[in-house]
């Protein structure tokens, strides 16, 4: 039985019945697969050490291989933040320089930026700088340096933030991860003489149209060795001495 089990492997039981020694038909396990038909590696990493950091030292690619929903979430939310901290910051300086309180009424006094008289009037003056809109109602005076400043890191902040954000969801569209969905596989491989020698063999077809132009497959094989190996050349000599 063990002479048995070695060859065909644990996949086969032997059953013993009154009519003599007889051998059933192999018994299929059901493992769990490898590589998945889509084409996905079922492999889990665990208790590797360091892998947050290591994600987001490459914050880059983690923002891609994230799922669609996160990346939206985390898009809308870098920019609504952004917005929210420019404008109280035009809201500050406002604040500070006592434009708020003049309100526009007189004429002779010239504020850091003109017609901003609370935090939504802020907020507006930065929406419309940053998205180049430029309605003409508020600008920038020249009597406000700290003005000037903050509207040259708001352009810098804001390209930095523009190229990055615009960037990984122009990569993440443009990966065709969907495209193994129209690419079937046959339910079953088969083993056939193939040319004068035994082939793995299956199908494959493409639901589309388009065609396919030096187009690769590449295969994994997992065998599981049952039995104990074979001795390496020097094990025999050590056994021959």
């Given at each position: 039985m063990s002479a048995i089990r070695r060859k065909f492997g644990e996949d086969y039981?032997?059953?013993?019945?009154?009519?003599?020694m007889?051998?059933?038909?192999?018994?299929?396990?059901?493992r769990q697969r490898f590589v998945e038909k889509?084409?996905?590696?079922?492999?889990?990493?665990?208790?590797?050490?360091?892998?947050?950091?290591?994600?987001?030292s490459d914050l880059f690619t983690t923002l891609v291989d994230l799922k669609w929903r996160w990346n939206l979430l985390i898009f809308i939310l870098t920019y609504t933040v952004a917005w929210l901290v420019?404008?109280?910051?035009?809201?500050?300086?406002?604040y500070i320089r006592g434009d708020l309180s003049h309100g526009g009424h007189d004429s002779s006094y010239t504020p850091c930026v003109?017609?901003?008289?609370?935090?939504?009037?802020?907020?507006?003056?930065?929406?419309?700088?940053?998205?180049?809109?430029?309605?003409?109602?508020?600008y920038i005076t020249?009597?406000?340096?700290?003005?000037?400043?903050l509207f040259l890191f708001q352009s810098l902040l804001g390209s930095i933030v523009d190229a990055f954000l615009i960037g990984c969801m122009f990569i993440k569209m443009s990966q065709p991860k969907k495209r193994a969905e129209t690419l079937m596989f046959s339910q079953d491989a088969v083993i056939s003489q193939r040319d004068g020698k035994l082939c793995l063999m299956f199908r494959v077809g493409n639901l589309r149209n388009s065609h396919m132009v030096s187009a690769q497959i590449r295969c994994k094989l997992?065998?599981?060795q049952c039995g104990k190996p074979?001795?390496?050349?020097?094990?025999?000599?050590?056994?021959?001495?």
């Open positions: 039981q032997v059953v013993n019945t009154n009519r003599g007889t051998f059933s038909a192999p018994v299929k396990r059901k889509n084409g996905r590696c079922n492999v889990q990493h665990g208790n590797l050490g360091g892998e947050t950091s290591r994600y987001i420019m404008a109280s910051m035009w809201w500050v300086i406002a003109a017609n901003v008289y609370n935090f939504p009037s802020a907020f507006l003056f930065f929406i419309e700088t940053e998205a180049t809109i430029g309605y003409g109602y508020r020249e009597k406000c340096p700290e003005g000037i400043i997992i065998k599981q074979e001795p390496t050349k020097r094990q025999r000599s050590r056994g021959r001495e």
